[in-house]
């Protein structure tokens, strides 16, 4: 048996349990393959334990390593660092928590706060850095670590009562969507709620739209509530230090 083959074998083996891979490896091996694959399993539930305290906490020890062990067994690391495994758990937490929606919602924005922590740096602007904006044609450069986490489920609630070791509301659906805003700020990760006008006010600056016909946009919506609307959403962005640059189209 050749490097490449023997990898592979003990990639069968630890992420799929696959017992021709075990045999070709050899009998000898056995007592060792299963130290391996035990060690395997426990460094991987360490990792998604350590990256959804909270929401290890609000289903309880048990129904979390159950869920984990579901996880493992159906989605094999696929990154170089360790780090990158806790991806895809809530989309595993989704489909088996299907009548408890705040259970996904809670990790995904666990990851988030995560994510954006180790996100690329980049220096707000305040508000001396905008006297000699053209805001007529200028498009708000955001902050890279940055994310924007829907909502249906009072989640956001749960989080932060946990977080402040306080007992945490009941799960309830929320009356419409929301979106938690999840950027970093001065090295801390941070979140706040958001209405839907601003959800989508920022997913539009996001993409690129300038601010002037995000304001017209506002407008065509609010009428004379809307430049108030618009300079407030600009006023809160710049003091969480959302902005960190401008482009002017050619």
């Given at each position: 048996?050749?490097?490449?083959?023997?990898?592979?074998?003990?990639?069968?083996?630890?992420?799929?349990?696959?017992?021709?891979?075990?045999?070709?490896?050899?009998?000898?091996?056995?007592?060792?393959?299963?130290?391996?694959?035990?060690?395997?399993?426990?460094?991987?539930?360490?990792?998604?334990?350590?990256?959804?305290?909270?929401?290890?906490?609000?289903?309880?020890?048990?129904?979390?390593?159950?869920?984990?062990?579901?996880?493992?067994?159906?989605?094999?690391?696929?990154?170089?660092?360790?780090?990158?495994?806790?991806?895809?758990?809530p989309?595993?937490?989704?489909?088996?928590?299907?009548?408890?929606?705040?259970?996904?919602?809670?990790?995904?924005?666990?990851?988030?706060?995560?994510?954006?922590?180790?996100?690329?740096?980049a220096?707000?602007?305040?508000?001396?850095?905008m006297?000699?904006?053209?805001?007529?044609?200028?498009?708000?450069?955001?902050?890279?670590?940055?994310?924007?986490?829907?909502?249906?489920?009072?989640?956001?609630?749960?989080?932060?009562?946990?977080?402040?070791?306080?007992?945490?509301?009941?799960?309830?659906?929320?009356d419409?969507?929301?979106?938690?805003?999840?950027?970093?700020?001065?090295?801390?990760?941070?979140?706040?709620?958001?209405?839907?006008?601003?959800?989508?006010?920022?997913?539009?600056?996001?993409?690129?739209?300038?601010?002037?016909?995000?304001?017209?946009?506002?407008?065509?919506?609010?009428?004379?509530?809307?430049?108030?609307?618009?300079?407030?959403?600009?006023g809160?962005?710049?003091?969480?230090?959302?902005?960190?640059?401008?482009?002017?189209?050619?």
């Amino acid at each position: 048996m050749n490097l490449l083959a023997l990898q592979r074998d003990m990639r069968g083996w630890l992420t799929r349990e696959d017992v021709r891979a075990a045999r070709r490896i050899g009998p000898h091996a056995a007592p060792g393959l299963r130290v391996y694959q035990n060690s395997y399993r426990a460094q991987l539930m360490a990792c998604l334990e350590a990256s959804f305290a909270r929401t290890l906490a609000w289903i309880g020890h048990d129904a979390f390593r159950a869920a984990a062990a579901t996880h493992i067994d159906a989605t094999p690391p696929s990154s170089w660092t360790l780090d990158a495994y806790a991806r895809d758990f809530p989309a595993t937490l989704a489909g088996l928590f299907v009548d408890d929606p705040e259970v996904a919602e809670l990790a995904a924005l666990e990851l988030a706060l995560e994510e954006v922590f180790v996100g690329p740096d980049a220096d707000p602007l305040g508000v001396a850095d905008m006297a000699d904006v053209d805001w007529n044609r200028v498009v708000l450069r955001l902050a890279p670590a940055l994310d924007l986490v829907a909502t249906h489920t009072n989640a956001a609630a749960i989080w932060s009562a946990l977080a402040a070791g306080e007992a945490p509301p009941g799960a309830c659906h929320l009356d419409e969507p929301e979106a938690a805003l999840v950027w970093r700020q001065n090295d801390r990760a941070r979140f706040r709620g958001l209405d839907q006008f601003e959800w989508q006010a920022l997913i539009r600056a996001r993409s690129g739209m300038p601010f002037a016909m995000l304001c017209d946009e506002t407008a065509r919506a609010f009428g004379d509530d809307a430049a108030a609307m618009a300079g407030g959403w600009l006023g809160r962005w710049i003091a969480d230090g959302l902005i960190v640059g401008f482009v002017e189209p050619d």
